[in-house]
């Protein structure tokens, strides 16, 4: 079972509308409906952009779309570390190009979306139910 640590992940919703323009901007630029990247967020953290994990492989998962820690190697290069990471528009941004990698490998589809979280198939079903879920409710 995995061991998670959320930093003040219990305190309600810390998403807020000024994080808008981000998922806008990103959606926009890598063709990602900024509906599906909003709801990723609220399942990831909840819309808490200091949220992390702690992961039992000693990977972390970092803000409003838990990058985790094994992409910073590749992230280098454009100057993405574990500190801007936090920063919502820089996260918004890297969970959306990281999702967008899925979707040319994959195509537009619940492969895809499933992967951004895990490519582990138990997980990734339970995940991606939580999503279609939040989608058909109308989280937003």
């Known amino acids: 079972?995995?061991?998670?640590?959320?930093?003040?992940?219990?305190?309600?919703?810390l998403y807020?509308?000024?994080?808008?323009?981000?998922?806008?901007?990103?959606?926009?630029?890598y063709n990602i409906p900024p509906l599906l990247l909003k709801n990723i967020v609220r399942i990831e953290?909840?819309?808490?952009?200091n949220a992390l994990r702690i992961n039992d492989n000693g990977t972390k998962d970092y803000g409003l779309m838990q990058i985790n820690s094994i992409h910073f190697r590749r992230l280098a290069q454009w100057g993405v570390n574990e500190h801007n990471i936090m920063n919502p528009k820089v996260n918004i941004y890297?969970?959306?190009?990281?999702l967008s990698e899925h979707i040319k490998e994959?195509?537009?589809?619940?492969?895809?979306?499933?992967?951004?979280?895990?490519?582990t198939q138990a997980y990734k079903e339970k995940?991606?139910?939580?999503?279609?879920?939040?989608?058909?409710?109308?989280?937003?």
Not at 129 to 137: I, Q, T, W
């Open 1 to 13: 079972m995995n061991k998670i640590l959320f930093i003040i992940f219990f305190i309600p919703s």
């Open 16 to 29: 807020s509308a000024s994080f808008d323009p981000y998922f806008e901007e990103a959606g926009h630029h």
């Open 45 to 49: 953290s909840n819309g808490n952009p």
């Open 94 to 98: 890297v969970g959306s190009w990281l």
């Open 106 to 119: 994959h195509g537009f589809n619940l492969q895809a979306v499933g992967n951004y979280h895990s490519k």
């Open 127 to 140: 995940w991606l139910r939580k999503l279609v879920a939040a989608l058909r409710n109308g989280a937003q």
